[in-house]
């Protein structure tokens, strides 16, 4: 048990996540006392670590010339919150002998910095040098960084980012949930009777959107979940053609649909969605290894994920992602390394790699991976670093990374494509340069303004509760998007 004791609320954020990072197994306990001497307590069951006003001063000396150059430091309680996070960080790693990759950062955009820094003018020679030093993190996280903004800002100049915008459709069922998975979905036969009423619900919300922003240019749609696939294929066919109704594709980029799951998966549903008109497609196997499908509750074989991906090639899919998750329960590095043999027999034209995030809300827990962190990190970065290069021999490039919290191992999640295959609406989750508006349960509307201020609207997340206030949820919409 790790016990911290903060100054104010504004330094509990940082503290507990930095704190986890290190120490991921370790259950952290966080409290605020205003009254406390030091900025920062934090207590182990072998002594203490203490930031206070000295600690932060001293090490604001050492860094004379460079104060206030931080990106987000544009005032004094901004530079203490990142001087108290830097001495924290330095702490624990003279206390574990480690280093964390992306060092103090714990957003979960990272590439945002590098994204703004290009923007402003920053080479590569400029950039690294200052990011490493400025957060503590990775020349190799650092360079990865500068080189996916460049990638998606060449990406994004085919979007019209003040007229444009683009859709996400959530279907929140699956085959069944696996252990991992934080997602507001649920296993498709404990919805069997309600799939008819969320269908009416969604789309009736469609058909508010298609009427009040039809006047704007729709550039990427996303239809995701769940497993948009656990559908019938009637069921789909019906929901596919409301939004041909709704939502003209004159101006449309990319659609998509994450076919996800291969026991979802059946020649009469890519057939439908072949006729629709879909140029993207996800098949997710996560890993080629069956013990782990066992584990982590895939109720299929590896010869099902190989099967559903030579279907869709046979069909004429020639935009096909699958995904992979480093850090699996009971997987050595030996296990990526046939799981990427495997997926380079199959070459998708796109690979995303997710490092494993453990979710209060999954069925798996810290508990279920193995306790030594210093391990943990070991074996991901090296999985990672197979990842990379197998992406790199297959010609894929990353075009975006994202974080989340609670990710074994403090790494990430990147995405690899062939040329002119890349995900154009996963750079757009990312980056937030253009409005994304979502319907269905759970999902979550980003209005963007032209000055960059972003608004946000929710759906609720439970599906009995979408179908019965979907009036609620539409009126929310209608006053996110009134001009």
């Not at 990374?401 to 790494?411: E, S, T, V």
Request: with cysteine; glycine share 8%; charged share 30%.
């Amino acid at each position: 048990m790790i016990h911290v004791i903060c100054k104010s609320e504004a330094y509990t954020y940082n503290a507990y996540h930095i704190i986890k990072a290190f120490f991921p197994s370790e259950e952290v306990t966080v409290r605020t006392e205003e009254e406390a001497s030091r900025y920062l307590t934090v207590r182990f069951s072998c002594g203490e670590i203490a930031v206070g006003k000295e600690q932060v001063k001293e090490a604001a000396a050492c860094r004379a010339e460079d104060r206030g150059a931080g990106l987000f430091r544009e005032n004094e309680k901004s530079r203490i919150k990142y001087w108290i996070d830097t001495c924290l960080y330095h702490e624990l790693e003279k206390m574990t002998g480690r280093t964390l990759a992306w060092g103090i950062l714990t957003g979960v955009r990272p590439t945002k910095i590098a994204m703004q820094k290009l923007e402003a003018g920053w080479d590569r020679e400029t950039f690294v040098p200052w990011f490493l030093k400025e957060f503590c993190v990775s020349r190799r996280k650092a360079e990865l960084s500068f080189e996916i903004a460049v990638r998606e800002k060449e990406l994004l100049r085919e979007l019209d980012c003040e007229e444009g915008y683009s859709l996400y459709v959530g279907i929140p069922f699956c085959p069944s949930v696996c252990t991992y998975c934080s997602f507001s979905s649920g296993a498709l036969a404990d919805w069997k009777d309600r799939i008819g009423d969320y269908l009416d619900a969604l789309k009736k919300e469609l058909a508010f959107l298609g009427d009040a922003y039809g006047h704007r240019k729709l550039n990427t749609l996303y239809i995701g979940g769940g497993t948009p696939t656990t559908l019938a294929a009637s069921e789909l066919d019906d929901l596919l053609d409301c939004i041909d109704r709704y939502f003209p594709r004159e101006y449309l980029l990319e659609y998509t649909v994450e076919a996800g799951r291969p026991d979802s998966i059946t020649r009469e549903k890519l057939r439908v969605l072949k006729d629709h008109g879909i140029t993207r497609i996800s098949i997710n196997p996560q890993s080629m290894q069956q013990k782990t499908l066992d584990v982590i509750g895939r109720r299929h074989r590896v010869e099902d994920i190989v099967e559903a991906y030579g279907i869709a090639r046979e069909m004429g899919f020639d935009n096909i992602n699958m995904d992979l998750i480093a850090g699996l329960p009971g997987e050595e590095a030996s296990d990526m390394a046939d799981t990427l043999k495997q997926i380079r027999k199959l070459a998708p034209d796109s690979l995303t790699v997710h490092s494993l995030a453990v979710k209060r809300a999954a069925k798996m827990g810290f508990g279920d991976l193995e306790p030594d962190a210093g391990k943990v990190s070991r074996t991901l970065s090296e999985m990672i670093g197979m990842a990379q290069e197998t992406a790199c021999q297959m010609g894929l490039s990353p075009y975006y990374l994202y974080r989340q919290k609670n990710i074994a191992g403090n790494f990430e999640n990147v995405g690899y494509a062939k040329e002119g295959k890349a995900g154009i609406y996963n750079i757009l989750i990312m980056e937030e340069k253009q409005t994304i508006v979502a319907c269905g349960a759970g999902s979550v509307s980003k209005r963007v303004y032209p000055d960059g201020r972003i608004e946000r609207c929710e759906n609720v997340k439970d599906v009995a509760s979408f179908i019965e206030r979907i009036d609620e949820m539409i009126e929310r919409k209608r006053k996110l998007l009134e001009d």
